[in-house]
Structure formats: C-alpha cells, structure tokens
C-alpha cells in the first residue's frame, strides 16, 4: 500500500440507529422563561410547616346607634322645615300688612307741683301729653295694662305715671294726657341743681316710656309685644303751676319681644 492511499472507516449495516436527542429535565411545579433562559425557572415550592391563624370575628352595627342617628336626622329636617314655615308665613303676613312702628311725640309738659317736704323729699308732679299715631292700614294696637313713663333728671326718678288702657284703630291719631308723680330722696340737692340748670335756661329731662302692646292682624290678635322709649327732653324752666316750654325733643322707639 502506498503512503497517500486513505483509511475510511467501517459502517456497521446491522447496528441499531442512535437513540434521539433527548429534552433538558424540568422539575414539575417550574415553568419556562418567555425567552427560553433556563436559568429563569421559578424554583420549586417548599412545603412549608401547617400555621394555625385565628378566625377573624365580624361585629354587627349596634341597633341602637343607628336608631340614635335616624332620630337625629329627623329632629334636623323638622326643625329646618318648621323654619322655612316660619319664615315662608312671615315674608306673607310682610307683604299683605306691611306693618309700621307707632309714631309718639311729647307735645308739652305742665308742672303741677315741684317742692320740697319736711323731711327733704323732692315731691313732684308732672302732666305730659303725648301723641301716639297708628300709620298702619289693616294693623290696630291694644295698648294693655302694665305700661311705665317715668321722669328722670340726671339719673335721678323725679316721678312716675301709666297710659290706660285702650284701642288704637287703623290710621287712627290718639292724644294721651298723663298724670305723672314721684318723690325722691336727697331732695335740697336735688333742686338746687335743678335751680342752677333752670338759669341757663336748658334743664335736660330723660322720659322714659314702657308699653306693652297687642298687635291686630284683620281678626286675628297676636301675643303681646313691648314699645320700648325713650325721649331726650330740653326745658326751660321747672317752675310749678306753669306751662314748661321744650326747646328740643329727641326719642327713639324700639319693639322688644
């Protein structure tokens, strides 16, 4: 044989055919990347010790509370309701009677008796005549019992008086005569400065007026109301038995429920 003649090697014909390639092993419960890395198979799971957990315990809302909130809930709305009410009938009775404050004015004042007593009281005794005007078309007033007019001089009561009682008709114009008397106390000091003002010529008089009143609204009589006053007089002179000239009258009237 030759030196370049070349050995090929021997096929058995009667050998058996070689087994196929076989897939990687996989352990069961670990699943294969999306990418096909093995390395990202999920690691197999470990049984674990039995854990004994505490059964969760669910509370019912208490009955009580929820019929507590209910009521509270209706108690709101019948009061916001019973308020609405309220305001919707006043806004009416507004618009049907459209009420006005009485109007008073302190026409004069008379001094009957200004004097000092044996025991150095101030006795005096006074007569205002006041005008008192209804403005009101379909409104009357009931001037009832209880009213208070009382004559102050710096703090000082000089003397005290009621209106009577009586019915002031729609529009109507009323002038009220009312007798006033009063004694007060420290009364030397008293008319000496009474006297002192009276030379200047502006003594400074404080009436003040308390009426309770009823209001008419057509035929139904509301409850009773207060006119609360009060008048800033200026006078000349305090001189008894004399027609006192006011040089200035000031008042303000308010309504206290």
């Given at each position: 044989m030759t030196e370049n003649q070349r050995i090929h090697p021997v096929v058995n014909m009667e050998a058996p055919p070689p087994p196929p390639p076989t897939r990687p092993l996989v352990p069961r419960g670990s699943?294969?990347?999306?990418?096909?890395?093995?390395?990202?198979?999920q690691q197999p799971i470990i049984n674990q010790p039995f854990r004994r957990t505490a059964p969760v315990m669910y509370s019912r809302p208490s009955t009580k509370r929820s019929c507590c909130c209910k009521c509270i809930c209706w108690t709101i709305s019948l009061i916001i309701l019973l308020l609405i009410i309220i305001a919707a009938t006043a806004g009416i009775l507004y618009l049907v009677f459209k009420p006005k404050i009485p109007q008073y004015s302190v026409d004069n004042l008379r001094i009957s008796d200004l004097r000092l007593n044996f025991d150095m009281s101030l006795y005096a005794k006074f007569n205002v005549r006041i005008t008192a005007v209804n403005p009101n078309k379909k409104i009357g007033i009931y001037y009832e019992k209880?009213?208070?007019?009382?004559?102050?001089?710096?703090?000082?009561?000089?003397?005290?008086?009621?209106?009577?009682?009586?019915?002031?008709?729609?529009?109507?114009?009323?002038?009220?005569?009312?007798?006033?008397?009063?004694?007060?106390?420290?009364?030397?000091?008293?008319?000496?400065a009474i006297q002192e003002a009276a030379q200047t010529g502006?003594?400074?008089?404080?009436?003040?007026?308390?009426?309770?009143?009823?209001?008419?609204?057509?035929?139904?009589?509301?409850?009773?109301?207060?006119?609360?006053?009060?008048?800033?007089?200026?006078?000349?002179?305090?001189?008894a038995n004399s027609l006192v000239r006011i040089k200035a009258s000031t008042c303000k009237f308010r309504l206290k429920l």
């Open positions: 699943f294969k990347s999306e990418k096909g890395d093995p390395t990202g198979l209880g009213s208070h007019l009382s004559v102050w001089y710096k703090n000082t009561q000089l003397c005290k008086g009621s209106i009577p009682k009586f019915y002031q008709g729609h529009r109507n114009r009323t002038v009220l005569n009312v007798d006033l008397t009063g004694q007060s106390q420290y009364g030397n000091t008293l008319m000496s502006r003594i400074p008089l404080d009436l003040k007026i308390e009426v309770p009143v009823s209001v008419k609204l057509g035929k139904l009589k509301l409850r009773k109301v207060r006119i609360m006053g009060d008048c800033l007089l200026i006078v000349d002179s305090l001189s």
